[in-house]
């Protein structure tokens, strides 16, 4: 059974940083694009970045382009998001799944991935 887990949200303020992880088990994490969504209260769901390890394929959203950074170690099955430059409207609850459909113009969740439960991000002006 494929399992993630999201940790290292958190409170900052306006400018601050945080960097979040994904854990994956369950699969081999070379073998799948794993991607980054996030949903704010009220909003719908929208993509943020992922990573597939097999084409070496990096998508990241316009939206925050220039401040997160996508990395990922396969062997350590995990993924991580460096938020930088943080601002009110990237409060959201994140949440990582696979396998996902990554490319480098897009991201799209796939119907029977799998999902972690998410960690909140919360950025105060």
């Known amino acids: 059974e494929k399992q993630l887990v999201e940790s290292g949200g958190g409170s900052v303020q306006t400018g601050g940083s945080l960097t979040l992880s994904c854990a994956a088990s369950?699969?081999?994490?070379?073998?799948?694009?794993i991607g980054w969504f996030r949903q704010a209260p009220g909003k719908e769901r929208e993509a943020v970045s992922c990573?597939?390890?097999?084409?070496?394929?990096?998508y990241v959203d316009d939206s925050v382009k220039g401040r997160f950074t996508i990395s990922g170690n396969s062997a350590k099955q995990a993924v991580y998001l460096r938020m930088n430059d943080l601002k009110p409207e990237d409060t959201a609850v994140y949440s990582c799944?696979?396998?996902?459909?990554?490319?480098?113009?897009?991201?799209?969740?796939?119907?029977?991935?799998?999902w972690g439960r998410g960690t909140q991000v919360t950025v105060s002006s």
């Open positions: 799944a696979a396998p996902v459909t990554c490319g480098t113009w897009y991201l799209l969740p796939v119907e029977s991935g799998s």
């Open positions: 990573i597939d390890f097999g084409d070496n394929s990096i």
């Open positions: 369950g699969f081999s994490a070379a073998d799948y694009a």
